[in-house]
């Protein structure tokens, strides 16, 4: 009987830290094409519209950009607490937080109109969004809480809060009983970049913009030290005076802040008024474009296009090929378990052994 | 009145005592499995589509359990033969069941289900108020108790519970046993996958019978919290279940009688309450200390 046997390198190995994220995609779409075939779909028409198709034309990759900003806003976050050793998987309830927030001043006072407007907003939603991040955050410090179970609860509570203000106060007194908010004014609106090419709106240059400021933290400063010695080992951080409830703290509001900030991004941009669902799940897809991009900024705005495109992709595929569109959550989940199997080539080298190796090396050692 | 509410709370909690108590021998083994979720909700749309594909529900309950199994092997590969983070690796179970369940449940979306009839055990159901809570429930109720009383027997009574719970509070001391540590973890982590199996599949055959897109709504998270709640001992957790079986229930019905409290706000209790729960358990530093199993979570590679 042959059996997988990991040996530990003695120095992780920087081939493979490069190449691994790369060998989860291929085996992913080796996986999604035996998916497709099960599903009686050509697998290579289904890899064309999922992976080339949204490539082709310019509003496409505007669309790529609009659904990739929250997705490298909230990882990037996302990376500061994964590397902390903090498991804030609540992101999709701070993106909701910050959405309410920072909607505010466009639905509750809507005569107020000036270009203040919007930087008010996109501040109240970073705030929202770590407000509400606090919470998992404190109650991990102080009682010592499970902060995964803690942040995903509160993740159903902010999708029915949500539910409850645009169906009760906030609902629009003009819009028909519609469950929506009345649309944002034009100074409560994220400006296009490019309005002529496409849709895409400044939230992706604040996600990249993120990444290369946290990407410069985590490499360059103390802090970043910091955060990846206590992530590491916890006892080694505390000998070097490192405050762990602190790092709970900051980990939290920083990966807190840009999902709110993600947020209000996402309604003043491309919804442009709150309604009952305004994520395909970004938050938890987020956690994907982390781990994809090796909790590494840099590396997340290019897992983040690559989760965007599955997303329109799923789109693509399902007006063409008549493929469900949960076929991309499907896609991404997989992508998940290869990333994290493909990591383990970096710190280990595999082998199978049959059981007469084994024997020989009893042998040998006695 | 009494004995109805008492019914409604059984069906609420049952779900969540099968998937908690599976959570529970996982842990106790050391290993943190967050993929409940995701195995649940592949065991409701599992069972739910072998049911009304066969028109039993038996049939369906047993594809549920061996899918929920083959789900955690998945996991245990990973994180057992491959040690990849349990967290991120659990999480990954999750998303992909909550993608592929509601990749496959399009088609049973709006069909009419099979509902598994209840076992009705002759002259004790008469007994007055407990009779039908007690004794005229669905089966899976009573293998939900017959597994409480099982699992707390094997965990503290025989040489093999001991076995894996000393896996779990220290793997190297287990392996310089000779216990194979690895093979332990992977059966613990199997019947984890079956019992979330079979709890999804009491919701789509028993709880509603139908399928809903993510109709577990949270209830394998729930289940996580359980176990902590219940400081990994089974018949806490079977208390547990029956108090969060209560606060569900007690919002439902407050929502039915027209609480002057919109709707949202009740739905949003049972979350709000394990939260609450769980910060008064995790308050008490000693009590969770003496109880986690200390590997918990902790990857194990042989050294040679």
């Known amino acids: 009987m042959m059996r997988l046997e990991l040996v530990k390198r003695p120095q992780h190995s920087v081939l493979f830290s490069a190449i691994s994220p790369l060998i989860a995609l291929v085996l992913t779409m080796i996986a999604g094409a035996i998916m497709f075939s099960i599903l009686g779909k050509s697998p290579i028409d289904a890899l064309y519209y999922y992976f080339i198709d949204p490539l082709r034309e310019t509003w496409s990759l505007h669309e790529l950009a609009i659904k990739a900003a929250p997705l490298i806003l909230i990882a990037v976050g996302l990376s500061v607490c994964f590397l902390s050793n903090n498991w804030n998987i609540g992101a999709e309830g701070q993106f909701i937080a910050g959405a309410i927030a920072g909607s505010i001043l466009p639905v509750v006072f809507p005569d107020f109109q000036n270009w203040l407007v919007l930087p008010l907003m996109l501040a109240m939603g970073l705030a929202g969004g770590a407000a509400y991040a606090a919470v998992p955050a404190f109650l991990k410090a102080r009682f010592n809480t499970n902060e995964i179970l803690t942040s995903l609860m509160l993740v159903y509570v902010a999708q029915l809060f949500l539910d409850w203000i645009v169906r009760g106060p906030w609902r629009d007194p003009g819009g028909m009983n519609f469950p929506e908010t009345r649309d944002f004014h034009v100074f409560a609106v994220l400006p296009e970049l490019m309005p002529s090419a496409g849709r895409a709106n400044w939230g992706i240059v604040f996600a990249v913009l993120a990444a290369v400021i946290l990407w410069f933290v985590l490499r360059k400063t103390r802090k970043g030290f910091e955060i990846r010695v206590l992530g590491q080992s916890p006892r080694a951080g505390r000998f070097a005076g490192f405050s762990s409830s602190r790092m709970v703290m900051m980990a939290f509001l920083i990966s807190g802040g840009l999902a709110g900030l993600a947020g209000i991004s996402e309604v003043a941009g491309a919804i442009g008024q709150l309604q009952p669902s305004i994520s395909p799940g970004y938050g938890f897809t987020a956690i994907i474009v982390a781990f994809l991009g090796r909790l590494n900024p840099l590396g997340i705005v290019a897992a983040g296009f690559v989760l965007a495109l599955s997303y329109l992709g799923g789109e693509a595929a399902q007006i063409s090929l008549g493929l469900s569109d949960k076929a991309a959550r499907a896609f991404q989940g997989m992508l998940l378990f290869f990333v994290l199997g493909c990591d383990t080539l970096i710190h280990y080298r595999i082998r199978l052994a049959g059981r007469a190796v084994r024997g020989g090396e009893a042998a040998r050692n006695a | ?304």
């Not at chain 2, 609420?12 to 842990?27: D, F, K, M, Q, R």
């Not at chain 2, 709880?207 to 919290?225: C, D, K």
């Open chain 2, 1 to 304: 009145m009494l004995e109805s509410v008492l019914i409604t709370i059984a069906t609420a909690a049952t779900p969540l005592l099968i998937a908690a108590i599976g959570e529970l021998v996982v842990e106790r083994s050391g290993v943190l499995n967050l993929g409940v979720e995701g195995m649940m909700v592949m065991g409701a749309v599992t069972g739910f589509g072998v049911a009304i594909t066969t028109g039993s529900p038996w049939l369906g309950v047993f594809a549920a359990i061996l899918v929920g199994a083959a789900f955690a092997l998945l996991f245990g590969f990973l994180t057992l033969s491959l040690v990849t983070n349990q967290v991120a690796t659990g999480l990954a179970l999750t998303l992909l069941g909550l993608g592929v369940s509601g990749m496959i449940g399009e088609a049973f979306i709006g069909l009419p289900g099979v509902k598994m009839a209840p076992l009705v055990i002759p002259v004790l159901s008469d007994l007055p108020v407990i009779g039908r809570f007690l004794f005229a429930q669905a089966p899976l109720f009573y293998i939900s108790i017959l597994l409480v009383i099982g699992v707390s027997y094997f965990l503290f009574s025989t040489r093999a519970g001991l076995t894996l719970r000393s896996v779990g509070d220290n793997h190297d001391s287990a392996h310089a046993l000779g216990i194979r540590v690895i093979a332990v973890r992977y059966a613990a982590v199997v019947f984890g996958g079956a019992c979330a199996g079979l709890a999804g599949a009491y919701l789509s055959l028993v709880y509603t019978p139908q399928w809903i897109e993510n109709m577990t709504a949270g209830r394998g998270w729930i289940a996580l919290a359980l176990v902590v709640f219940a400081s990994w001992r089974p018949w806490r957790v079977l208390a547990g279940a029956y108090l969060f079986g209560a606060v569900s229930i007690g919002q439902l019905h407050a929502q039915v009688i027209g609480v002057s409290v919109p709707s949202q706000f009740l739905s949003a209790l049972p979350y709000l309450a394990t939260i609450a729960v769980l910060v008064l358990i995790s308050r008490n530093r000693r009590l969770t200390m003496v109880n986690t199993p200390a590997c918990l979570g902790r990857p194990f590679v042989p050294a040679r």
